[in-house]
């Protein structure tokens, strides 16, 4: 509870400082454009809500540049909260009954493919979810546990990733849209050695077993 809230509080404060919004909002849902074919008669038209009438009449090029917003468009995109909050679920229901477990992977899972798919997030929004998700554990998880040198090692690891994530979406991505292959992956080996370094580390702080108390053997009357 204490790493849902915590999450809850700073992602807004993030989004104050890095306003984007997903796929949806910026470029719609295309959906007046196949009225014709009637595939989705019941979706709202794109330009009631998006922040820009763009694709696929007019498809996006040359620099990104800042779009005006709205008053009711939400900018809640980096972190993803959703994928967050998702990922604490599935952290803290690891220990759980079968069931529990089997609820908080269909939850994660969902959750990364209901984001994706209705176009509220972009994949990048999603790995930086898991990164803050996981940074913000550790860190309540080493006050716990105490900040030794793991302890501050991972969090300092996570929070520098963290932060190299927002720098590189704000200023490198004409080039990571240029060079998908070589940028994707990386992003993805940066939010795989996050997830490594915490289940590492925080292996070693859960508790030893205690072996079970052996009773001292009774003495032995001695044969005359």
Known sequence: ????????????????????????FAYGTGSEYWAAANLWPEAPPTGQWAVGDL????PPAGAPHPMPFDEFTPR??????HTAWAT??????RKAPRILR???????????????????????DLVAGVVFALTVEAALR??????????TQLVAYGATVFAALLVSYRYLST???????????????AMASVIYGYVRTTKHWEPKPTPAHQPK???QPELV
């Open 102 to 124: 089997f609820a908080g992977t269909f939850w994660l899972i969902a959750t990364l493919a209901a984001t994706l798919g209705f176009g509220y997030h972009y994949g990048a």
């Open 142 to 151: 080493a006050q716990a546990h105490g900040w030794d040198r793991s302890a």
């Open 175 to 189: 080039e990571m849209a240029e060079h998908p292959w070589l940028y994707g992956p990386l992003l993805l080996l």
């Open 217 to 219: 053997p009774r003495p």
């Open 76 to 81: 809640n995109c980096m972190p993803s909260l």
């Open 1 to 24: 509870m204490r790493t849902f809230l915590t999450t809850g509080l700073l992602g807004p404060a993030i989004y104050m400082i890095y306003p984007v919004v997903g796929p949806v």
């Open 55 to 58: 694709w696929p009449v007019t």
């Open 88 to 93: 604490v679920i599935y952290i803290h229901s």
